[in-house]
């Protein structure tokens, strides 16, 4: 029976399942100390089909980071479609980012833990995480914030990832702290910061 669902299920939902996962075991276990067989009997796969379709332990864990970033980027980039006034987007892009990590706990750990654990393809996929948000808040600041000065603008981003990096590791340590909770406190000084810039 798990032979002939197997064969049934399409190459990439068999490919989402054995991410997801992974994307657990990886966060339970830290990546040295996870086992491709464990994963592979967790999914209802064999070892080989696992690394045929990843083509090793590492391959895997790029491919759950990679997920996990571009989760990340549709719900940032999502919420703040529509918003009136830079404030609001800020404001929604922030709670979108504070409730990927709190309702994708094993994404995140990824993306907080594993650059240091692991040699470089993984740290250089965490950094293009860090770089697709600066873009994204960037170009969100282009559209709302006075133009004029490109440099300043990507520093802020930069600021602004940094900072809320920090801000969901404290939260880590605060689980009583709610995404939204955690939103204000970042407003409280982000914007002060930005709103003078904004038109």
Known sequence: MTTAKRKRMPRADRMRQMIEVAEQVFSARGYAAASMDEI?????????????????????????????????????EQATVGAAT????????LLAFFVFIRERRDAWSLLRHEM?????????EVEET????TDLIA????????SGDDLRAEAAAEFVVGACERLAIWCERHDQVSPETATEYAMDVLWSGLRHRAR
């Not at 170009?139 to 006075?146: C, E, I």
């Open 130 to 133: 860090r770089r697709q948000q």
């Open 116 to 124: 240091a654990l692991i040699g470089t393809p993984a740290a250089e």
């Open 40 to 76: 592979a009997e967790l999914v209802g796969v064999s070892k080989p089909m696992l690394y045929e379709y990843f083509n090793s332990k590492e391959g895997l864990l790029l491919a759950c980071i990679r997920e996990s970033r571009a989760v990340l980027r549709e719900v940032t």
């Open 139 to 146: 170009a969100l600041m282009a559209g709302y914030f006075d």
């Open 86 to 93: 830079a404030e609001e987007a800020l404001r929604r892009g």
